[in-house]
Nanobody, 115 residues
Framework: QVQLVESGGGLVQPGESLGLSCAASGSIFSIYSMGWYRQRPGKQRELVAGITRGGITTYVDSVKGRFSISGDIAKKMVFLQMNNLKPEDTANYSC?????????WGKGTLVTVSS
């Protein structure tokens, strides 16, 4: 059984930084990508940042220049460094893993940006 566990969420003030970590366990034949999604209050879930096994990264426009994704796909780990956080970044952040056939999800970690 594949499990993804996130850590690193919390409460920060605007302008501060926070790092998220995700570790996957279980039998996975081959990973295509890992990434971070978020669901803000009253909004649909959106891709925040992703990284493929080839190292190609993608970001939603609203976080470009502020967030950075990194990972060790072979070790089934992915990280998200979030700088200059804004109140609109407040959301539940979920880790995602795609193995070419399906998506796996973590339960999420809450990030709250508030003064």
């Amino acid at each position: 059984q594949v499990q993804l566990v996130e850590s690193g969420g919390g409460l920060v003030q605007p302008g501060e930084s926070l790092g998220l970590s995700c570790a996957a366990s279980g039998s996975i034949f081959s990973i295509y990508s890992m990434g971070w999604y978020r669901q803000r209050p009253g909004k649909q879930r959106e891709l925040v940042a992703g990284i493929t096994r080839g190292g190609i990264t993608t970001y939603v426009d609203s976080v470009k220049g502020r967030f950075s994704i990194s990972g060790d796909i072979a070790k089934k780990m992915v990280f998200l460094q979030m700088n200059n956080l804004k109140p609109e970044d407040t959301a539940n952040y979920s880790c995602n893993l795609n193995d070419y056939t399906r998506d796996y999800w973590g339960k999420g970690t809450l990030v709250t940006v508030s003064s």
